[in-house]
């Protein structure tokens, strides 16, 4: 036969009816009970100095619970000898229990000293006496007063519709629940970044119509560069976002779920009772479904909690506790860490940007916004340029030699400058030079000038150059051999008009005389030997 319990409020019954004067007989076959437990529940009433016909006022709660209370007692079967078994041993459990051990690995081990005892009855003594298996005490954390705190949480959604292609994306969605009042606000994405992360909390104030005092987040690396439970080292981006908007961060400890426990379980809720099943084409289409969502169906329903719609709580008592909200969109800045070349040039955000000779080699910091991009070493701002965009390049000129830089710079104007320095003759033709359509591709002839100006000096190039434009002569090449041909004028050392005295070694002019030819000679002796 199946025992069957009797509730508090049948024994109560029984006993209303024996006090008001009814037979164990009636009493058993109204209530549907044996007459025996009838009797027992009479027993301990009179054990308790209750009598029949006393009335059901005599049946106060004190007495009903001291008769309960000898109805448990005489319940309760006695333990056995296992029991007792693991009663003698109880500080050798208790100390391997302490000691880390499992449960199993203690039953063994009292196998192994001939202590026989089921696991069963083990299992019985420790969760009894031991407090084996049981879960620390769970304190619920107070709710925060009105606009004070948000949390966040992150998580995979739905899929989106098939586009012209035929590919499905599979989108995201950033979940701020209010603590106090439990109104929520979905902003789906596809990417879980830094970027995203302030764009959905730009969309939540605007949506709550207020800033709240402290974002709890758990350890996204959208957030948390590294997490740690005391100081957690915030990413800089979201860092520099909540100083401009006014708001604290406090994030989760990790693997703690009940430090955001007002929104842990709400992605399965957003997915399954928001996203699961509607026809989303796009993300504009996703965050319609989920405002209509969070104003109409979960923000319209009565939260278990609190028992009051969200929505309703939210606008009555904390709206009007938020900070302001934002009157201007936020300029996301982003911040990267490049290394500068040996060309001096950083990349920042696919973008080329140049920076002092001083910082070659070296690691600076960048932040990159709408307009400008800033380069930080030590803490300490050292380059600005303005922002270009992906594939653009930004050169200071400041940052490199002049004449490295327009040849660099295709600069004819500063070569034809130069050549003027030197003179203008040489200046002219350095313009006939670079008179072409295209006239980069000859800026290495200009170069050359130069160089034959630094060889030469710059008064025999600029008197060579004369008579080259005199002869529309524009060759560079006959110009070198004009200054590589010409007899230098001899310097004016105060001896012009003297007689200038025979060189000692010189020789007569007899010795420069052709001789005579081999053939005369032979023909003048053939003629004398003639008889």
């Known amino acids: 036969m199946a025992f069957r319990e009797v509730t508090m409020l049948e024994v109560k019954e029984v006993l209303w009816r024996w006090l008001e004067g009814g037979s164990k007989k009636a009493i058993a076959r109204h209530v549907g009970v044996a007459r025996n ?179 709890i987040p758990d350890n996204t690396k959208a957030i948390v560069q590294k997490a740690d439970p005391l100081k957690p080292l915030i990413v800089r981006g979201f860092l520099e976002y909540a100083q401009a908007r006014g708001f604290h961060i406090d994030t989760a400890r990790v693997r703690r779920p009940k430090d955001k426990a007002r929104v842990e379980r709400s992605v399965p809720t957003v997915r399954e009772d928001c996203f699961r099943g509607e026809n989303l084409i796009s993300i504009p289409d996703a965050q319609r479904r989920a405002d209509h969502w969070s104003l109409n169906e979960y923000g319209m329903r009565k939260h278990t909690r609190t028992q009051r719609m969200p929505l309703e709580h939210f606008n009555e008592v904390e709206k009007a506790c938020l900070l302001p909200a934002p009157a201007e969109p936020y300029d996301v800045p982003q911040w990267s860490d490049p290394k500068i070349g040996p060309d001096q040039f950083a990349v920042v955000c696919k973008a080329l940007y140049t920076v002092s000779r001083l910082y070659r080699r070296k690691k600076l910091c960048a932040r990159a916004d709408s307009r400008t991009v800033r380069f930080y070493f030590n803490n300490e701002l050292v380059e600005t340029a303005p922002r270009q965009p992906p594939g653009g390049r930004y050169i200071n ?130 003629e004398g030997d003639k008889p």
């Not at 003594?125 to 107070?142: K, N, R, W, Y």
């Not at 160089?451 to 600029?462: I, T």
């Not at 004369?466 to 001896?495: W, Y």
């Open 37 to 215: 437990t009838v009797r027992s529940y009479i027993d301990a009433a009179e054990a308790e100095g209750l009598k029949t016909g006393a009335g059901a006022a005599a049946l106060t709660d004190e007495l009903l619970g001291a008769v309960l209370g000898r109805l448990r007692s005489a319940a309760q079967r006695e333990h056995g000898e296992s029991w007792a078994t693991c009663e003698a041993r109880r500080s050798f459990i208790a100390r391997k229990l302490a000691d880390g051990l499992l449960l199993t690995k203690v039953h063994r081990l009292l196998k192994r000293s001939d202590v026989i005892v089921p696991y069963s009855t083990l299992y019985r003594f420790a969760t009894t006496e031991l407090d084996f298996g049981g879960s620390a005490t769970s304190v619920p954390v107070a709710d925060c007063d009105p606009g004070q705190e948000v949390q966040v949480d992150t998580g995979w959604m739905t899929l989106l519709l098939p586009d012209v292609t035929g590919r499905r994306r599979r989108l995201r969605a950033w979940i701020f629940t209010a603590v106090h009042s439990r109104h929520r606000f979905v902003y789906p994405c596809f990417r879980e970044t830094t970027v995203s992360a302030i764009e959905a909390c730009e969309a939540a104030w605007c949506f709550f119509g207020g800033v709240f005092r402290v974002l």
């Open 397 to 526: 000129p400041a940052h490199f030699p002049e004449d490295k830089l327009a040849c660099a710079q295709r600069d004819t104007a500063f070569l034809r400058k130069k050549a003027l320095e030197h003179g203008q003759a040489v200046g002219k033709f350095a313009e006939a030079l670079l008179a072409v359509p295209l006239p980069w591709t000859r800026m290495r002839l200009v170069y050359a000038l130069l160089g034959l100006c630094r060889r030469y000096g710059d008064a025999r190039v600029e008197e060579t150059c004369v008579r080259a434009l005199a002869a529309e002569m524009h060759d560079f090449h006959r110009l070198e051999r004009m200054l590589k041909l010409a007899v230098p004028a001899p310097p004016n050392d105060g001896t012009r008009g003297k007689v200038v005295p025979f060189a000692r070694h010189l020789r007569p002019a007899v010795q420069y005389a052709l001789p005579l030819s081999r053939t005369g000679e032979s023909n003048n002796n053939q």
